[in-house]
């Protein structure tokens, strides 16, 4: 059912069993598959991780990059008809379901986020996500880098367009106006199909995800969201891990972001946390961010696009 993406009661025909054994061992599978395995492949990067990402980053021209955010929707069949009006958009013109993820190169998926009715969009599903939670919190692992001699301490996600203007996004420029620019934005643009393809992939490999979801409860579907992602990322570990020379290839570690402790007073926390959400959100620091991605873009490849 996951693979194919068949209907339950097709399955009495390969397995001599009926559609509601079906329905229940698929349930039972999924519950199975999350609490065995979503702490490993379904965490939060790690200190290890994150300078994983960081180099992989640097090598592509965008250092302090930690992946490309984007959202899909989910055709929801058996929405309830009282919830059409807030699960239906104009786009799509079907009760639909919105998954957000975070996506590297490898096409490992970092962040997930399931269940925002079809009619929100991509700024509204980020208000509501906790992408940026563990950041407000100051629990994330370090991320420091340097681009064009300045130092920036907050990783950043390449968007599409719609996305705001934070200092830990960086989206293309849609009109460029110079050379530079158009370069810039042919590079963001390119390096932001990972999240692309790993929606292409996701749904290649699990069919249940590609069609139209039949399950009558949210909470349902979250789990075949979760245990699709969770299959997805052990195919990636092991393809990673097959495909490197074994002399160099490490494991993704054991290391936790452990949770902290603040021992302090609650308007001292609040205080902190609206200081962080306003680093977060910092227009000025995303202009300087992306002029300085512009030059840094402009030294690596500007020669070959002059040429």
Same mark, same amino acid.
């Given at each position: 059912m996951l693979a194919y993406g068949c209907a339950a009661d097709l399955l009495d025909e390969y397995v001599q069993i009926g559609e509601s054994t079906a329905i229940q061992s698929l349930k039972h599978f999924c519950d199975a598959m999350i609490s065995v395995f979503e702490e490993e492949y379904l965490r939060k990067p790690n200190k290890n991780d994150i300078a994983v990402l960081l180099q992989e980053g640097e090598e592509r021209g965008f250092p302090g990059m930690l992946g490309s955010l984007d959202c899909m929707h989910w055709h929801w069949k058996n929405c309830p008809t009282a919830w059409h009006g807030t699960h239906t958009n104009g786009f799509k013109r079907v009760p639909t379901l919105i998954l957000e993820i975070v996506a590297s190169k490898n096409l490992w998926i970092w962040h997930a986020f399931f269940g925002m009715a079809g009619t929100n969009n991509d700024i509204t599903v980020l208000d509501r996500s906790p992408l940026f939670d563990d950041i407000i919190n100051d629990v994330t692992p370090p991320c420091n880098y340097v681009v064009q001699c300045h130092h920036y301490d907050m990783g950043y996600y390449l968007t599409d367009g719609i996305y705001p203007q934070f200092a830990t996004l960086m989206q293309s420029i849609?009109?460029?106006?110079? !050379?530079?620019?158009?370069?810039?934005?042919?590079?963001?643009?390119?390096?932001?199909?990972?999240?692309?393809?790993?929606?292409?992939? !996701?749904?290649?490999?699990?069919?249940?995800?590609?069609?139209?979801?039949?399950?009558?409860?949210?909470?349902?579907?979250?789990?075949?969201?979760?245990?699709?992602?969770? !299959?997805?990322?052990?195919?990636?570990? %092991?393809?990673? %891990?097959?495909?490197?020379?074994?002399?160099?290839?490490?494991? !993704?570690?054991?290391?936790?972001?452990?949770?902290?402790e603040l021992e302090c007073d609650y308007n001292f926390i609040v205080s902190r946390m609206i200081g962080r959400m306003k680093q977060v959100q910092d227009k000025r620091v995303h202009r300087d961010l992306k002029t300085d991605l512009i030059n840094h873009i402009w030294e690596l490849y500007g020669g070959q696009q002059a040429s």
């Open positions: 849609s009109q460029p106006s110079s !050379l530079k620019e158009k370069i810039f934005s042919e590079r963001q643009e390119s390096t932001r199909k990972d999240v692309e393809r790993a929606f292409g992939v !996701l749904q290649s490999r699990w069919h249940i995800v590609k069609g139209p979801a039949r399950m009558w409860k949210e909470k349902d579907l979250e789990k075949i969201m979760k245990t699709c992602i969770i !299959l997805h990322n052990m195919i990636i570990e %092991s393809e990673c %891990s097959q495909g490197m020379n074994p002399e160099n290839w490490q494991p !993704l570690g054991d290391e936790r972001v452990e949770n902290v």
